[in-house]
């Protein structure tokens, strides 16, 4: 089913700007986001992300710009008449109230019904499977469950929009990656629209479906995790997400279907063109997954390759991570899978190797 164009503008943020003292917190921030979205806003602390949140709940107001919600501009709206619930990273549950009591808390300050806030509570115990936890109190669960609990607080008043406040920041880390997934299989369950903010790029990349990246109060750059991941538009973003290895270097070739890129120690070969002119500098970034290493020089081209010594290798179980010197100096990271127990080649600490990679490996920097 296609979505409509209103689907596709359930929250509109229109060139909002927020100033604060005379520093400007928010930047001319615009994006559409698509009505049962889960949307991400992401960037170091500071970058304006939680303001922006915070705007979208009515807890700041805009200095210039709009917000609206399927259509209503929600500066007319005081906070407690906002369709939405917001979730802290604190959770801020009432530890004198039993689960079934948290969950019911804003209901009853709304003066609904005894068997209509009954039938919702019990509803949305089953939806995070807390049922047989209903008469505990909040010091009594774990981590994990507390979370659930925020949870469904504040999907009980059924919400058009659901904001989420670093929501996974107090769990460790084997528990967060379990919670991200459970948490968003219950947000796709209820069809709520959801905006997140979070500095934790791995959070961001699991549960959203579009994010943004920001910094200094813009976006930089919005789009699907895969995109921002393999295409980033520009070397904060490229640097920001994941592991990348950047290259500094000059553009000697410029054709439509190639260029070729001259580095401190290789050139590289890019099997795509790109908007420049020879002679301008650019940035080469790689992954560190899409580079290989060999005990001798690939025989079959003179691009994509620069020969190293191991300085320092991490082994992370599932992969191992070789530090690589380059005559110039310059470190490059690769990951290497450990898809068999034990390999035939072998690197380790002080070998010559040679690093090397695919034409379509690069994605080229130009800002």
């Not at 930047?27 to 698509?34: F, Q, S």
């Not at 990349?205 to 995790?225: C, H, I, K, Y």
């Not at 890019?270 to 560190?288: F, S």
């Amino acid at each position: 089913m296609v979505a409509t164009d209103k689907e596709k503008q359930f929250l509109q943020i229109q060139d909002v700007v927020k100033d604060f003292d005379g520093h400007r917190a928010v930047n001319h921030a615009n994006v559409d986001i698509a009505k049962g979205e889960i949307f991400a806003l992401l960037g170091p602390s500071g970058c304006g992300k939680s303001t922006l949140l915070r705007m979208l709940a009515g807890f700041e107001t805009p200095t210039s710009g709009r917000i609206l919600l399927n259509g209503v501009d929600l500066a007319t709206l005081p906070p407690y008449e906002r369709p939405m619930n917001m979730m802290f990273q604190s959770y801020a549950l009432f530890p004198h109230l039993t689960v079934w009591e948290n969950i019911a808390f804003g209901l009853k300050r709304e003066g609904q019904p005894k068997d209509r806030i009954a039938e919702r509570v019990e509803a949305m115990l089953k939806l995070v499977q807390l049922t047989k936890y209903a008469q505990r109190k909040p010091h009594q669960l774990s981590g994990g469950q507390q979370q659930r609990v925020a949870l469904a607080r504040s999907l009980a008043k059924q919400p058009q929009l659901l904001l989420l406040d670093e929501p996974l920041g107090a769990l460790d880390k084997k528990l967060r990656e379990q919670t991200q997934i459970e948490l968003v299989n219950i947000i796709e369950q209820v069809g709520v629209t959801c905006v997140m903010v979070t500095h934790d790029q791995e959070e961001a990349m699991t549960m959203a479906t579009r994010l943004a990246v920001m910094s200094e109060g813009r976006f930089l750059q919005v789009g699907q995790p895969s995109e921002i991941y393999e295409t980033p538009a520009t070397r904060f973003v490229a640097d920001f997400i994941g592991n990348v290895n950047l290259m500094d270097g000059t553009l000697t070739v410029d054709e439509p279907d190639h260029v070729v890129i001259a580095s401190a120690d290789c050139k590289h070969y890019v099997g795509h063109g790109i908007t420049g002119t020879e002679g301008m500098p650019v940035t080469v970034a790689l992954r560190p997954e899409k580079i290989h290493i060999s005990h001798h020089k690939p025989a079959e081209d003179e691009f994509n390759c620069a020969p190293g010594k191991i300085k320092e290798l991490s082994y992370f179980g599932m992969f191992t991570v070789y530090h690589v010197v380059l005559p110039s100096g310059a470190l490059i990271k690769v990951s290497m899978a450990n898809t068999q127990r034990h390999r035939d080649e072998l690197y380790t600490w002080g070998d010559e190797v040679w690093v090397h990679w695919s034409r379509s490996a690069h994605v080229v920097l130009t800002q």
